[in-house]
T-cell receptor
């Protein structure tokens, strides 16, 4: 099973809302990632978790708050987003830092 | 300075053609390299890993040249289903950098 599951698939939220994106994998991977992808652009790394600890934050605004409750789950909490934050948010996981990553189908977020 | 540079294309080729993509990188500490494929509005999916010795998977061949810091992907006998964006990826330790992607359209 090489599946990374993301929920919800689509999300529309207002600028004053608080919402969360969820990501789950049961492959025993100990590295998990959040990416943001705008149309016709490559995915941009936001956060990296290693063994449930945040190891990389690519200078992401504090309105995005990641959380790793356990080794299978990764959340991205959203608060006071801007319309320019509308994008596809991708979660990925990998067994080790030199191996390939597997991606979830993404959450398509629209901020209105 | 971008870590990874790719020719964005687009590449429009007829069915059966051979097409090659290149990707150059600046971080010599990069340890692992991959090619991913991304269909429109879908997630990236691993196409193949790239090894120094070169590797082949059916119609696809990947090469790595560490001295010149580039990787390449060759697609032979292109199929309509090969139409997608191809992304090179390098991994310096716990980071995972994508190239800008190369768009390929295979025309009947």
């Amino acid at each position: 099973d090489t599946e990374v599951t993301q929920t919800p698939k689509h999300l529309v939220m207002g600028m004053t809302n608080k919402k969360s994106l969820k990501c789950e994998q049961h492959m025993g991977h100990r590295a998990m990632y959040w990416y943001k992808q705008k149309a016709k652009k490559p995915p941009e790394l936001m956060f990296v978790y290693s063994y449930e600890k945040l190891s990389i934050n690519e200078s992401v605004p504090s309105r995005f708050s990641p959380e790793c409750p356990n080794s299978s789950l990764l959340n991205l909490h959203l608060h006071a987003l801007q319309p320019e934050d509308s994008a596809l948010y991708l979660c990925a996981s990998s067994q080790a830092f030199t191996l390939e990553a597997f991606f979830g189908q993404g959450t398509r977020l629209t901020v209105v | 300075r971008k870590e990874v540079e790719q020719d964005p294309g687009p590449f429009n080729v007829p069915e059966g053609a051979t097409v090659a993509f290149n990707c150059t990188y600046s971080n010599s500490a990069s340890q692992s390299f991959f090619w991913y494929r991304q269909d429109c509005r879908k997630e990236p999916k691993l196409l193949m890993s790239v090894y120094s010795s070169g590797n082949e998977d059916g119609r696809f061949t990947a090469q790595l040249n560490r001295a010149s810091q580039y990787i390449s992907l060759l697609i032979r006998d292109s199929k309509l289903s090969d139409s997608a964006t191809y992304l090179c990826v390098l991994r310096p330790m716990n980071q995972f950098y994508f190239g800008t992607g190369t768009s390929l359209t295979v025309i009947p």
